[in-house]
């Protein structure tokens, strides 16, 4: 049998080592291309899914319309006032918030129309236009915003939304799914991290972040029971991330859902009208 020539041997070797990482090579960036798009594909599902998630969390919370009585107790570490309100909303435009008591503010009415807000203050008998740069700050003295109660900046619409991972609170199994603020949305935060339930669509938990990533608030909802014909969490307490021994607390007494209001309702002359 004839010797191979060591110099054969060099050139196949050669050509083995710049041919083989060639056809590989292309092979790779085929294989490559295909797992991006695949990603993105799973990546633009489970956007839509989380969407779906939240969209379906905000239709439990408020239905096509809503009214509310409720309690909100401002706690602080030396002392708690608290203040009752009555609440209006159509879809997620229209929202209306009416105190009732205690008697100083009582008649004080918060109203808001698609992207503007009014205050009305019945000492002075003036309606206050809220400016943007006024959502971020606190609605009657509580931990919860002007954005928080009255503007409710849709969650859905002003937000994208990517599903982190399933976390249980109090045995209840949840989407943990991030919301972030889409370029140029009149929102107050840049980032919500949401707990939704995955049996009722409830919302469990939210955490609230600025600008910087910073946490500020911090949203946790308790006391599920069936109320105006839905599972709803009648407790929601709202605690500042820099203020120890500081929150308030939201407590709903009665609730009725998707019934017939007109759009006048939502008026600046209801303001001035609406009595307890």
Same mark, same amino acid.
């Given at each position: 049998?004839?010797a191979? #020539?060591p110099?054969l041997v060099?050139i196949?070797?050669?050509a083995?080592?710049?041919t083989?990482?060639l =056809?590989?090579?292309?092979?790779?960036?085929?294989?490559?291309?295909?797992?991006?798009?695949?990603?993105?594909?799973?990546?633009a599902?489970?956007a839509e899914q989380a969407?779906?998630?939240v #969209?379906r969390?905000?239709?439990?919370m408020?239905?096509?319309?809503?009214?509310?009585?409720?309690?909100?107790?401002?706690v602080r570490?030396?002392?708690?006032?608290s203040?009752?309100?009555?609440?209006?909303? @159509?879809?997620?435009?229209l929202?209306?918030?009416l105190v009732?008591?205690?008697? @100083?503010d009582?008649?004080s009415?918060?109203?808001k129309?698609?992207?503007?807000?009014?205050?009305?203050?019945?000492?002075?008998e003036r309606?206050?236009k809220?400016?943007?740069?006024?959502?971020s &700050?606190?609605?009657?003295?509580?931990?919860?915003?002007?954005d928080? $109660?009255?503007n &409710?900046?849709?969650?859905?619409?002003?937000?994208?939304? &990517?599903?982190?991972k399933?976390?249980?609170?109090e045995?209840d199994?949840? =989407?943990?799914i991030?919301a972030i603020?889409?370029p +140029?949305?009149?929102v107050?935060?840049?980032?919500?991290?949401?707990?939704i339930s995955s049996?009722?669509?409830l919302q #469990?938990r939210?955490? =609230?972040?600025d600008e910087f990533d !910073?946490?500020?608030?911090?949203?946790?909802?308790?006391?599920?029971?069936?109320?105006?014909g839905?599972? $709803?969490?009648?407790k929601?307490?709202?605690s500042?991330?820099?203020?120890?021994?500081?929150?308030? !607390?939201?407590?709903?007494h009665e609730a009725?859902?998707d019934? +017939?209001?007109g759009? +006048? =309702?939502?008026?600046? &002359?209801?303001m001035k009208?609406?009595?307890d």
């Amino acid at each position: 049998m004839q010797a191979v #020539r060591p110099w054969l041997v060099g050139i196949f070797g050669l050509a083995l080592v710049w041919t083989t990482p060639l =056809f590989f090579s292309t092979e790779a960036r085929a294989v490559e291309a295909m797992v991006v798009e695949k990603a993105a594909g799973e990546e633009a599902v489970s956007a839509e899914q989380a969407r779906e998630i939240v #969209r379906r969390a905000d239709e439990q919370m408020r239905g096509q319309s809503s009214y509310v009585v409720a309690t909100m107790n401002i706690v602080r570490p030396d002392w708690t006032r608290s203040m009752s309100m009555k609440s209006w909303t @159509k879809g997620q435009e229209l929202s209306l918030v009416l105190v009732t008591a205690p008697a @100083k503010d009582k008649g004080s009415v918060s109203l808001k129309r698609y992207r503007e807000m009014w205050n009305w203050v019945p000492a002075i008998e003036r309606i206050i236009k809220i400016a943007p740069s006024m959502l971020s &700050q606190s609605w009657m003295g509580s931990d919860f915003t002007n954005d928080d $109660l009255i503007n &409710q900046s849709s969650i859905v619409v002003d937000y994208r939304h &990517q599903l982190v991972k399933h976390e249980a609170i109090e045995g209840d199994d949840c =989407f943990v799914i991030d919301a972030i603020a889409k370029p +140029d949305a009149p929102v107050v935060w840049s980032r919500i991290r949401l707990w939704i339930s995955s049996s009722h669509y409830l919302q #469990r938990r939210a955490e =609230f972040f600025d600008e910087f990533d !910073e946490p500020v608030n911090t949203l946790t909802t308790s006391d599920i029971q069936m109320m105006g014909g839905r599972m $709803l969490a009648t407790k929601m307490v709202m605690s500042p991330a820099d203020k120890q021994g500081q929150r308030t !607390e939201l407590i709903t007494h009665e609730a009725a859902f998707d019934f +017939d209001i007109g759009d +006048d =309702f939502f008026s600046q &002359q209801q303001m001035k009208a609406l009595r307890d």
